[in-house]
C-alpha cells in the first residue's frame, strides 16, 4: 500500500500564491511519477502538472508559466507552486502517485502484481476574486 497526502491548500486572492505539498510513503517501489489533478465544482478532474523520476515535467496549458511542479524523489514528496492565482483556479486539488506503466503491464517480468496508482484524498484551494 500507498499513502499519498496533500497539505497547503487554503484560500488567497486573486494574483495570490500558493504551495501545495505531496507525501508519499509505504511501498513505493512501482511508483514512478506523481501529479497534480484537480476538480472544480461540476466539472470533470482535470490533470494540473505531472513530473516524472528523471524530472521531465508536463503542465495543462491554462497553467503554464504561473504554476510549477517540482520533486526531488518522486517516491517521497513533491510540491505544486501555485503563482498569480486565478478565481477560475479555484478546485479541489488532488495528488496522485503513479506507477510505472510498463511494471502495472509486465508485472511478472518486476515479481511485483500490485502496482497501480494511488490518489491523495484532496486540497481545497479557493481564490477569490
Known amino acids: 500500500q500507498v499513502q499519498v497526502t496533500e497539505s497547503g491548500g487554503g484560500l488567497v486572492q486573486t494574483g495570490g500564491s500558493l504551495t501545495l505539498s505531496c507525501a508519499v510513503s509505504?511501498?513505493?517501489?512501482?511508483?514512478?511519477?506523481m501529479g497534480w489533478y484537480r476538480q472544480a465544482p461540476g466539472k470533470e478532474r482535470e490533470l494540473v502538472a505531472a513530473?516524472?523520476?528523471?524530472?521531465?515535467?508536463h503542465y495543462r496549458d491554462s497553467i503554464k508559466g504561473r504554476f510549477s511542479v517540482s520533486s526531488d524523489n518522486v517516491k517521497q514528496l513533491g510540491t505544486l507552486q501555485m503563482n498569480s492565482l486565478k478565481p477560475e483556479d479555484t478546485a479541489v486539488y488532488y495528488c496522485?502517485?503513479?506507477?510505472?506503466?510498463?511494471?502495472?503491464?509486465?508485472?511478472?517480468?518486476?515479481?511485483?502484481?500490485?502496482?497501480?496508482?494511488?490518489w491523495g484524498q484532496g486540497t481545497q484551494v479557493t481564490v477569490s476574486s
Open positions: 509505504g511501498d513505493t517501489r512501482c511508483i514512478s511519477s
Open positions: 513530473i516524472s523520476s528523471g524530472g521531465q515535467t
Open positions: 496522485i502517485a503513479m506507477a510505472d506503466r510498463d511494471m502495472v503491464d509486465r508485472p511478472a517480468d518486476y515479481g511485483h502484481y500490485n502496482c497501480r496508482d494511488y
